[in-house]
C-alpha cells in the first residue's frame, strides 16, 4: 500500500493525514495575542499532548463523545476527522483575561460581578468567538444560528456538554489544589453528524489554572499560558509542573 503522508500547520499543532487516519503532532510552538508573540518551549508539545489524552479518556469514562482515537507518545494523538464547528466556546468561572479588559475598556460583559481580576462568577458564564477569522472575535449565540453554523438544539447541546467538562475538570483540578478559572474548548461534527469534543482539552494553553491555595491568600499563581503572555514565569517549567500535579 502507498502511504502518503499530508501535513497541514496550525499555530501549535500540525495535522497529519496518513494512510486515511487524522493525526495531531502537539509542536513546542507558542503564541498569544492572535500570534502577536511567537515562540517555542521545549517539552510544551509533550506535555499538552499527554494531558489532552489524560482529559480526554476521562470524558469519554464520563460518557462525553470525544474525537480521541488513540495516544502516540510522546507527542502525537490519533483522532476521527471532524468538520470542526467555526466557534470557540469559553467557559469562565472567574474574571481574567480578555473578561477584565473588557471591564477596564467600560464594557459590562456580565452584570453583578464584582469587575476585578479573579472574582468568582456565580455558577459561572459561557461565551463564544469566531475561530477562523484573524482576530478571534466574540459572537452572540444569534450569530451563530443566523451564520447556519448551529441550530437552536445543537447549540443547547454544546452548552450542556461545556457546563459538564466544566464540572468534571474542576472537580478533578481540586482534589489536586488547583482552581479551573476559565477555559477553551472547540467542537466537531463526524460523519453522521454527531456533535463531538474536538482539538484539546484541559492543557495550560487553553485553560486558566490557579493555585489554590496562593488564591486563598489573595495571589493569583498562573499555572497556565498565562506566565508567557504576560512574562511572569518560565513556560516550560511552569508547563512540567503543572503536568505533573494534575497527572502523577
Ligand atoms: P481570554 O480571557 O483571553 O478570552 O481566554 C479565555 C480562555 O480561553 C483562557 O483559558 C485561554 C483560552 N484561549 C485559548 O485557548 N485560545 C485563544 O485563542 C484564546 C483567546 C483564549
Redesign the pocket.
Known amino acids: 500500500m502507498t502511504s502518503v503522508t499530508r501535513k497541514r500547520a496550525g499555530k501549535s499543532k500540525d495535522i497529519i493525514k496518513k494512510d486515511g487516519k487524522t493525526f495531531f503532532e502537539f509542536t513546542d510552538r507558542t503564541t498569544a495575542f492572535d500570534g502577536i508573540k511567537k515562540d517555542e518551549f521545549p517539552h510544551k508539545g509533550e506535555v499538552c499532548c499527554r494531558l489532552s489524552t489524560y482529559w480526554f479518556e476521562i470524558m469519554e469514562r464520563e460518557g462525553i463523545p470525544t474525537h480521541f482515537r488513540a495516544f502516540v507518545p510522546p507527542n502525537i494523538m490519533e483522532v476521527e476527522y471532524l468538520e470542526i464547528i467555526p466557534i470557540?466556546v469559553?467557559w469562565r468561572n472567574f474574571v481574567?483575561?480578555?473578561?477584565l479588559k473588557r471591564y477596564e475598556l467600560g464594557e459590562n460583559p456580565k452584570t453583578g460581578i464584582e469587575p476585578r481580576l479573579g472574582a468568582r462568577i456565580p455558577d459561572g458564564t459561557i461565551e463564544f468567538t469566531t475561530k477562523f477569522e484573524e482576530k478571534?472575535r466574540l459572537i452572540d449565540e444569534q450569530e451563530i444560528i443566523d451564520s447556519g453554523w448551529l441550530t437552536h438544539q445543537e447549540l443547547d447541546y454544546i452548552r450542556g456538554c461545556t457546563r459538564r467538562i466544566n464540572e468534571i475538570m474542576s472537580r478533578h483540578l481540586l482534589e489536586k489544589g488547583i482552581i479551573l478559572a476559565?477555559?477553551?474548548i472547540e467542537f466537531g461534527k463526524d460523519a453522521e453528524g454527531d456533535i463531538l469534543l474536538a482539538d484539546e482539552v484541559g492543557t495550560p494553553?487553553?485553560?486558566?489554572f490557579w493555585d489554590q491555595n496562593s488564591y486563598k491568600q489573595g495571589v493569583i499563581e498562573s499555572l497556565d499560558k498565562d506566565v508567557y503572555r504576560y512574562e511572569k514565569g518560565d513556560l516550560s517549567d511552569v508547563y512540567l509542573r503543572i503536568y505533573r500535579r494534575i497527572c502523577e
Open positions: 470557540e469559553i481574567a483575561g480578555s473578561m478571534d476559565d477555559f477553551k494553553d487553553g485553560c486558566r
